[in-house]
């Protein structure tokens, strides 16, 4: 098993650009979610999915959008880029909401 | 609004000694309390998972206890080792809520030899 896999693992922006980060788990988990890690902020929610073919915004969710067309895939989507976003991105996913949640190793974006 | 708060912030002990670290949250109405560790540049791992309905679990040298009613949770470290080093993060999963988690801006903690 590889767990929960992010695609790309580091990436540089320029404002107005666009890209898709990728979240992979082939553990069957049903509950998926993205993260963003800010210096002194803690980890923040942004979006998150119950289940295959379901998106729920969370604490964060301006500037992002999310799609979770197969159930081991969890897309997130910067339409414009700016410095703000700047962060370190988590996926992570969980099979039930009582179990732990397993994270990936992350995705550090620069938008300069 | 669920809020998590972790002190200290940082913390830096001699090998060997037993410590705590603590965590505390503003809604007592949650599903479960998580601990993880977090190494410089890397994801977050799993250390201990308290259903709100337990007192407190244990891994190894790794005990956490968690009292809903205070909203307050602590991890105790016994026998500290430099590999312990890393960023400890305590998050919360409130009920009815999907399992999103509220995370705490952890405690750093260096152990010296």
């Known amino acids: 098993n590889a767990g929960v896999t992010q695609t790309p693992k580091f990436r540089v922006l320029k404002t107005g650009q666009s890209m898709t980060l990728l979240c992979a788990q082939d553990?069957?988990?049903?509950?998926m979610y993205w993260y963003r890690q800010d210096p002194g902020m803690g980890l923040r929610l942004i979006h998150y999915?119950?289940?295959?073919?379901?998106?729920a915004k969370g604490e964060v969710p301006d500037g992002y959008n999310v799609s979770r067309l197969k159930k081991q895939n969890f897309l997130l989507g910067l339409e414009s880029a700016a410095p703000s976003q700047t962060s370190v991105y988590f996926c992570?996913?969980?099979?039930?909401?009582?179990?732990?949640?397993?994270f990936g190793p992350g995705t550090r974006l620069l938008v300069l | 609004k669920q809020e998590v708060t972790q002190i200290p912030a940082a913390l830096s002990v001699p090998e060997g000694e037993n410590l705590v670290l603590n965590c505390s949250f503003t809604?007592?109405?949650?599903?479960?309390l998580q601990w993880f560790r977090q190494d410089p540049g890397k994801g977050l791992t799993s250390l201990l998972l308290?259903?709100?309905?337990?007192r407190e679990q244990t891994s190894g040298r790794l005990n956490a206890s968690l009292d809903k009613s205070s909203g307050r949770s602590t991890l105790y470290i016994a026998a500290s080792q430099p590999g312990d080093s890393a960023t400890y993060l305590c998050?919360?999963?409130?009920?009815?809520?999907?399992?999103?988690?509220?995370f705490g801006t952890g405690t750093r903690l260096q152990v010296t030899l």
């Open positions: 308290i259903q709100s309905s337990q």
């Open positions: 553990m069957n988990h049903e509950y």
């Open positions: 998050a919360v999963s409130n009920t009815g809520t999907a399992s999103k988690l509220t």
């Open positions: 992570a996913s969980t099979r039930q909401p009582q179990e732990t949640q397993y």
């Open positions: 999915s119950v289940g295959e073919g379901t998106t």
């Open positions: 809604d007592s109405a949650i599903y479960n």
